[in-house]
């Protein structure tokens, strides 16, 4: 089968329903021209994240591994006007691009970011909990540990996604040595019998490779 169908498939889903704005398409080329890694979501998986955020009527949400904040605008433009989206980035020059690609879209009053290793981060927020959703999508090996830091800042009824879970189907290998792959099947297996949320994962094709994101919501 010609594994290329899924990336024309996710280019003509962008072309007809995504409606990425002329801001996301703009940090696109500066995060590029850059040089950060392109590890961002693609727009079909941005707009999920922005469609998510609007049907559990998020005015709070938080956001672990920012990159250049690609993820974090099609998110905070979910917001209604009095929202606000905290999101942790422990890189300082990733984190110095995501800000001015914030003010360069107008969010600088509405996204505010934590620069500094997240779960040395996560423990500080518990003054501004609950968030209504949040967005996994930093380093792999303590998914499990962010993924609770989650629930733990969540009320009944948020969103809590967490991205790359699939890894082009190496989450199958039990015996895989990579720390990325072992920290998210660490993550799947805590979600066997974990009362606090109902979870299910998607497995993604498209632009990225195949991989995959945990949508959960809290009990
Ligand atoms: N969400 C972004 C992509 C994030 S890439 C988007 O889709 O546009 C993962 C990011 O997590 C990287 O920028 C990396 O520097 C950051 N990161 C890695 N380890 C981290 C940690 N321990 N704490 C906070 N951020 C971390
Ligand atoms: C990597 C991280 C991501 O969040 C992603 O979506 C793809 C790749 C990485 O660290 O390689
Ligand atoms: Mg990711």
Redesign the pocket.
């Known amino acids: 089968m010609d594994n290329n169908i899924y990336s024309k498939v996710d280019e003509y889903i962008t072309q007809t329903c995504i409606q990425e704005s002329d801001i996301l398409k703009g940090i696109q080329k500066n995060n590029i021209a850059k040089g950060l890694p392109e590890?961002h979501?693609s727009p079909v998986q941005g707009k999920l994240l922005h469609v998510l955020a609007k049907s559990c009527g998020a005015k709070k949400i938080l956001e672990i591994?920012t990159l250049g904040g690609y993820s974090t605008i099609w998110l905070a433009t979910a917001l209604p006007e009095d929202g606000h989206l905290i999101t942790i980035e422990a890189d300082k020059g990733y984190a110095h691009i995501a800000c001015s690609n914030f003010k360069n879209a107008g969010l600088q009053k509405v996204i505010e970011l934590k620069e500094g290793n997240a779960i040395e981060i996560l423990p500080d927020l518990v003054s501004e909990a609950p968030f209504d959703m949040v967005f996994i999508?930093a380093d792999k090996p303590p998914y499990k540990e962010y993924f609770d830091w989650a629930v733990k800042l969540s009320r009944g009824g948020s969103i809590i996604v967490a991205?790359?879970v699939i890894r082009e189907g190496n989450v199958l290998d039990e015996n895989s040595t990579d720390e990325k792959v072992k920290g998210v099947q660490r993550l799947i297996a805590s979600l066997q019998d974990n009362k606090l949320v109902t979870a299910t994962i998607i497995q993604t094709v498209g632009t990225?490779e195949h991989d995959g994101m945990v949508i959960a919501v809290v009990n």
């Open positions: 590890i979501v591994g999508d991205d790359n990225k």
